[in-house]
């Protein structure tokens, strides 16, 4: 079941930040927001994920508005490697089996 | 540390046909889930094992099964293929039953003619 919904396509100038949104307002307390990409060609990417409270990686950062119901995926310099589907997915702790919807095609550009 | 590897990489079968596909997860992981993907249907989830029992199932037929050995290697089988079972299929591993964290493999590309 679709618990997500993510803009099908951005673009984003190489070296500026990429800013990913998605809704997910039907999220409940227990779940998380985890953010994975696939590269073409290749199997997804593990990114980050997080619960209520921002969270940063060597990778992305991740905000998630106070009543939880979106976040947002900053990538701060983006280069030409980040072009990729970026999947936005809510689950619960303790569950595998991860939905990945259509995600958004993100193309950055030099 | 050796990534997710997936044997084989590309397979050609024919309608009818059965295929065994293989996965051996990271050194340490035991957990091991399958999806396809598909242009029309993109990444769907199959099923999910943890030693060496199923822990989660997607919703496909009977036809797709799968194990997973005391070695955390996982094998996932189609029987009686169709032309629609043509897709990539991916294997991710991870450590433990959190999802945050599941290592993918390159995928086998199957096709059915």
Redesign the interface.
């Known amino acids: 079941d679709a618990k997500t919904t993510q803009p099908p396509s951005m673009d984003c100038a190489e070296g500026r930040a990429a800013n990913l949104p998605c809704n997910h307002s039907t999220i409940s307390g227990n779940e998380?927001v985890?953010w994975?990409r696939?590269i073409h060609s290749?199997?997804?990417?593990?990114i980050i994920?997080g619960l209520k409270n921002n969270e940063t990686n060597e990778m992305a950062s991740l905000i998630i508005t106070e009543d939880r119901k979106s976040s947002t995926l900053i990538l701060p310099h983006a280069t030409l490697r980040d072009t990729a589907v970026y999947?936005c997915i809510v689950?619960q702790?303790?569950?595998?089996?991860?939905?990945?919807?259509?995600?958004t095609r993100l193309t950055v550009i030099p | 540390k050796a990534g997710?590897t997936q044997t084989p990489r590309y397979l050609i079968k024919t309608r009818g046909q059965q295929v065994t596909l293989s996965c051996s997860p990271i050194s340490g992981h035991r957990?091991v889930?399958w999806?396809q993907q598909t242009p029309g249907q993109?990444?769907?989830?199959l099923f999910?094992y943890?030693s060496e029992t199923q822990?989660?199932k997607?919703n496909f037929p009977g036809r797709f099964s799968g194990r997973q050995f005391s070695n955390s290697r996982s094998e996932m089988n189609v029987s009686t293929l169709e032309l629609g079972d043509s897709a990539l299929y991916?294997c991710?591993s991870?450590l433990s039953?959190?999802?945050?964290?599941?290592?993918?493999?390159?995928?086998t590309r199957l096709t059915v003619t």
């Open positions: 998380y985890y994975y696939q290749q199997g997804p990417q593990y994920h999947y689950l702790t303790g569950a595998n089996n991860l939905f990945f919807g259509t995600g | 997710v957990s889930s999806y993109g990444l769907q989830f999910e943890f822990r989660n997607g991916l991710a991870s039953d959190s999802a945050y964290e599941q290592y993918f493999g390159p995928g």
